[in-house]
């Protein structure tokens, strides 16, 4: 099942290995320009993870006070404590100037770097699943 995983983590590792093929997989999504303008950033960290999930839940505070009541308080019920619960945390990042100046497709489509780097994110996703991984989408940066 592809969905947006929220709860019912396992806490036991994700053994290297599988870890490595799901990253592949990211690694082999198409980009404008053959640019690859992302970067996986792997977190296994409990403190770095909590750090993560204190700036998580700030952001989500700011942006939740600037909507209106009845939308805020649907916005606040989604949970990101996966962010805790889970062994690994991917950062994901798009590097706007990689590939430099002139990369193909960019000058007239300067979105690119970001579109490319969500195909990535679907390959990790389509991979993690199919390595019966749970994956959740926490975008609050």
């Known amino acids: 099942e592809r969905r947006d995983i929220r709860n019912g983590f ?12 799901v990253l592949e997989a990211a690694h082999t999504a198409p980009s404008v320009g053959h640019s690859q303008p992302w970067d996986f950033v792997v977190i296994r960290s ?7 999930h204190e700036l998580a839940q700030s952001q989500r505070d700011a942006y939740a006070k600037s909507l209106p009541k009845g939308r805020a308080k649907q916005f606040k019920e989604l949970k990101i404590e996966a ?4 062994p690994v945390n ?6 706007p100037t990689r590939g430099g100046r002139h990369t193909l497709g960019r000058h ?6 970001p579109y490319s780097s969500a195909l ?8 993690a699943r199919a390595e019966g991984l749970g994956v959740g989408w926490v975008s609050f940066f």
């Open 120 to 127: 990535a994110v679907e390959n990790l996703w389509l991979a």
């Open 108 to 113: 007239t489509q300067p979105q690119m770097a």
């Open 90 to 95: 991917i950062v994901v990042t798009a590097d």
């Open 46 to 52: 409990a403190e770095t993870r909590r750090s993560m």
């Open 83 to 86: 962010i805790l619960d889970t």
């Open 10 to 21: 396992r806490s036991d590792p994700i053994p290297h290995e599988v870890l490595l093929r």
